[in-house]
């Protein structure tokens, strides 16, 4: 039986430290089913070189639904060590995983890339996003997703509720200004660059 989307990722782990990872999407795609994929985009480089793990993602992906989702939540360096409260510099290495990902695919369409942006105290500033927009317009991802981090797993449904309302949609309405500048005007813009919201 077709499985129209087989979506791999991970509760707060970073899926593409899995050995058996390749393996998954391989099987995924033999019977005729899509991926996607969603990382923090750190190992891609590392992956690619000791594997061609990013040259068969590409290749393997080969139909619309297929796509690789980053999420990398940072306009800076700094602000990404901030964030993910890491020494080392991640960020500059995501951003060449991400721009060898559109390198190796070249003209082909799938899988798409895309990019996701929590948006936090340390990296919602005009220039933050500024800088995310133009980095990711360069190397021409598909698309970029701003958001507001949610509640985490495993919460009474009325708690996150009440957090939703008490923070998600206050600071995503601060957000949302920020951002609005930037967003596409048309789903057909690369990279399309869009607000999801709270509410």
């Not at 992956?47 to 796509?67: K, P, T």
């Not at 942006?117 to 995310?132: D, G, P, W």
């Not at 021409?140 to 509720?161: H, K, N, Q």
């Not at 600071?171 to 399309?192: M, N, T, W």
Request: charge should be negative; aromatic fraction near 12%; include cysteine.
């Amino acid at each position: 039986v077709s499985i129209p989307l087989y979506i791999y990722g991970g509760v707060y782990t970073e899926p593409l430290m899995n050995d058996f990872f390749l393996p998954y999407l391989e099987k995924t795609k033999k019977y005729n089913n899509n991926f996607g994929c969603h990382s923090n985009g750190s190992l891609l480089t590392a992956l690619e070189e000791s594997d061609g793990f990013c040259s068969r993602l590409i290749e393997l992906g080969d139909n619309e639904i297929d796509y690789y989702s980053c999420s990398l939540d940072a306009g800076s360096v700094e602000s990404h060590s901030k964030t993910k409260n890491i020494k080392e510099d991640w960020f500059t290495r995501i951003i060449e995983g991400l721009r060898l990902l559109v390198s190796l695919r070249g003209n082909k369409e799938y899988p798409k890339i895309r990019v996701c942006y929590l948006m936090n105290k340390l990296n919602s500033s005009k220039e933050e996003v500024a800088s995310i927009v133009k980095v990711m317009k360069d190397i021409g991802v598909d698309s970029l997703r701003f958001s507001v981090p949610y509640m985490v797993y495993g919460r009474d449904f009325e708690e996150v509720g009440r957090y939703r309302n008490r923070n998600e949609i206050p600071f995503g309405a601060q957000c949302e200004e920020i951002v609005g500048p930037h967003l596409s005007k048309d789903q057909e813009e690369r990279p399309y660059i869009f607000w999801h919201g709270p509410g």
